[in-house]
Structure formats: structure tokens, C-alpha cells
């Protein structure tokens, strides 16, 4: 019987969560709540905030929603974060609640895309929202992650914004849009953040928080795996790598009908079943001789024989190629996708195929033309966390309920503010994180 392996242990290239020296900040100690106003801070003993976090869902304090794991994770590193939750987006008065950040905005539509939470695949406004006290719906607006990052940026400019989330890792190079029916650019030119965190953010919301309070620029955090931004050039010492030589783009082949036969299915492509005739006649009657025998170029009957060089396989794999993590994929630009669907789908598989964060390589895709062009660039996808950081995770000081805002006079959570999304959640076990569904959108 093979014994269980912990693939935990193995190592792996990246700084552990607990290794950060606490930020000064953590004398203030934890929170019950994450705050939501100034009198909440003041209570703690706050004069500011280091981060305000931003999202289109009701605050629940429990590991099921990502910005309480976010907020939690990053008061662990002794940061004292707030949390400003579903505010009004038709000015920017709302995102000034708690004050100026004092190191960055952290921006998520919320659990879910803002798009799929407010309509239905008719493109029909959905009634409810689950992640809304008393399921009421119309609580954020479309795109919120776009719309959140540019009230954000409006109230102080001169904070950075670091956007994540599903919404904005799903839009992360030029996409496909339903709900306008058109290819949009990528989320980080529209929402204009400075950073954008894609996938499980726990390795880069951290680095990044402890390096931004270490007053380093904004602008020269370009090395952190699972972020994506906005650059002009490819710096020095990169080796650009056509995207063509990951896949090679074709033309576009009509799916097979099932309930065809072989013979028909071959019939439709143009081809045949039979096995093709591989002998020829000697003129002299001699007898046939096979062609996969010869070893080089002959005439019989007038037809010429090519031969067919294999290379050998070991040979390719002696070819210097550029180190791995120094390459970086160059897409086709948002401009070629836009206009054709092979390109399109081109891009989307090798963006695909670069993410294995044991072998990826970081990808750029070129937006605008002339002056106003600049390159997305991603880098590889974050190194996923060990059982023993997860459970660090895990075993942060949720108060596992919504916050008391949301409670009726009685301090209940049921009724016309019951969240049905925690109500889902309220009484299970979490076994795992993300979704084992693979669906895309």
C-alpha cells in the first residue's frame, strides 16, 4: 500500500507567512470585528487605517469570504485594516468613511463576478442578491471592481490601489465579454490599479503590504508572483518568447458529430478510412518493394520517393534555451484579438497552459497603439501554500458572523437581514478552497 505523502513538505521557493516581522501596529491587538466606521476605530484606539479594504459583498467575518481572509491575514501581519462594504458608488463621499489609507486600497467585486451576481444568461437583472442582507439586490453596480478602483482612486489619488478577486483574475488580459457581446481590454487598463492579484492572494497581499510599508514604490514591485500591471517595456535581461512557440495557432475545425460513422466523419473532412497502398510495382516484375525500405531518393515508374527525417528527441532537449525565470511569453496584442478568433483563442490556451506554478513563465500582452501603448504583464502564478500555512489561515480569529451592523434590534441575523450566502455556509465544515467545478466565464 503506498503511504500517504505530504506534498507540503516539499520545497518550495517561496517565504513563509510567518516569517514577516509584525508591523509596529500590532500592539493594538485583534479586532472582534474588522471596522466599518470611525467610531469602531476609535474604540480600538485607531487614528487611521493602514488598509481599507473595498468590496461589493456584506462584511461576514468568516473564512468562506474573501475579504475577511484577506483582513484577517493582513491584521495577523499587524497591519490594522478596515473594511468598507457594498458602499454607494455614484460618488466617492462613501469611500472616504474611514480616512486616507495609509498604505494602500485593496479593491474585490466580492465572492462572486458582479456581473453573474447581477444578471441572469438572458441578460436580465436578478432580483435578489445573496450577499446582501435580506438577499435585496441592486447593491453594486456593474464591473464593480472597475467602478470601486476609480471612486477609490478619485477620493485619494495618490493612494495605491491593489485590485483582486475573482472578477479581476478572470479579466486579467484581453477577454471576451457577454454581457457586451465584444472583446474587452484587459482589468488592470480599465480599472487603472496599480497592482492586480490573481488567483489565492495570501503569498503577494502579504509581501506587498510589508513592502509598501516599507515605503518602497509602488511602481518598482515588479517581481511579486500572481500580480499583474501596466509597464511601457520589457525591462533588461529578459528573453521575449513568441507565444506561437508554446502553440501554434490553426484554422478552426467544425466539431465532430457524434452520431456520424467513421467512414462519414472522414467523408466530411475530406479524407478516407482505407489504408493507403505503401507498394509500388517494379516495371520488370520483379515484384513489389516497399517504400518505408528505401534508403534514399529512387525513381520507380516515375514517381520519386521522398524520405521522412524523424530528429531525435534527446537532441532537442540539449538546445540552450533563455532560463525560465527570466523569460517572459509575448501574446498577441489586444488589437489582433479583438479582431480575430483564432488569435482570440490562441492567447486564452497559452495563458492557460502558463499556469502550473512549478514550470510557468510570465506573459505580456501589448494594449494601444503608437504612444499609448504599454504591456500587461503577468507574472507567474503564486506558489500555493503549505498544509501548515493553510491552517494558519484557517485558525485566524474569525468571529465567524456577520457583522453587527447588519443585526436587527434584537442582534439576529434572520429575517429582512438574514444573508442568505452565510446562511448557506453557516453551519458547514470548509474542506477545501476555490471550486473543483473548472467552469469559465
Partial sequence: MTAFVDVSLFPRAAKPLTSYRP????????????????????QLGWDSCDIVLVTGDAYVDHPSFGMAVIGRLLEAQGFRVGIIAQPDWQSAEPFKAL?????????????????????????????????????????????????????CREAYKDVPIVLGGIEGSLRRIAHYDYWS???RRSIVVDAKCDLL???????????????????????SITDVRGT????????????????????????????????????????????????????????????????????????????????????????????????QDRTVIRLPSYEQVRSDAVLYAHANRVMHLETNPGNARALVQAHGEGSIARDVWLNPPPIP?????????????????????????????????????????????????????????
Fill in 181 to 183: 457581446d465584444k472583446v
Fill in 23 to 42: 508591523f509596529w501596529a500590532k500592539r493594538f491587538g485583534t479586532a472582534p470585528f474588522l471596522p466599518m466606521s470611525r467610531a469602531e476605530m476609535e
Fill in 228 to 323: 499583474a500591471f501596466v509597464r511601457r517595456t520589457t525591462p533588461e535581461g529578459w528573453f521575449e518568447v513568441d507565444s506561437t512557440s508554446v502553440d501554434q495557432p490553426g484554422r478552426v475545425e467544425d466539431h465532430i458529430n457524434p452520431y456520424q460513422t467513421t467512414s462519414e466523419q472522414a467523408a466530411a473532412q475530406g479524407a478516407s478510412c482505407s489504408a493507403p497502398n505503401t507498394t509500388v510495382s517494379i516495371a520488370d516484375g520483379a515484384g513489389p518493394v516497399s517504400v518505408g525500405v528505401q534508403n534514399d531518393s529512387k525513381k520507380v515508374d516515375g514517381n520519386t520517393h521522398k524520405l521522412n527525417f524523424v530528429p531525435n528527441p534527446s537532441l532537442a532537449a540539449k538546445r540552450k534555451l533563455p532560463p
Fill in 99 to 151: 480616512g486616507k489609507p495609509n498604505l494602500f486600497w485593496a479593491v474585490t467585486a466580492g465572492n462572486m463576478d458582479s456581473m453573474i451576481n447581477r444578471y441572469t444568461a438572458d441578460r436580465k437583472i436578478r432580483s435578489d442578491d445573496a450577499y446582501t442582507p435580506g438577499a435585496e439586490g441592486n447593491r453594486r453596480p456593474d464591473r464593480a471592481a472597475v467602478v470601486y478602483s476609480q471612486r
Fill in 197 to 219: 492579484l490573481y488567483g489565492n492572494a495570501d503569498r503577494a497581499i502579504v509581501e506587498i503590504a510589508h513592502r509598501l510599508a516599507a515605503r518602497e514604490p509602488v511602481l
Fill in 385 to 441: 501554500l503549505t498544509t501548515a500555512e493553510m491552517d494558519y489561515v484557517f485558525d485566524l480569529p474569525y468571529a465567524r458572523s456577520p457583522h453587527p451592523r447588519y443585526a436587527d434590534e434584537r442582534g439576529r441575523h434572520d429575517g429582512a437581514t438574514k444573508i442568505p450566502a452565510w446562511e448557506m455556509i453557516r453551519f458547514s465544515i470548509k474542506i477545501m478552497r476555490g471550486c473543483f467545478g473548472g467552469c469559465t466565464f
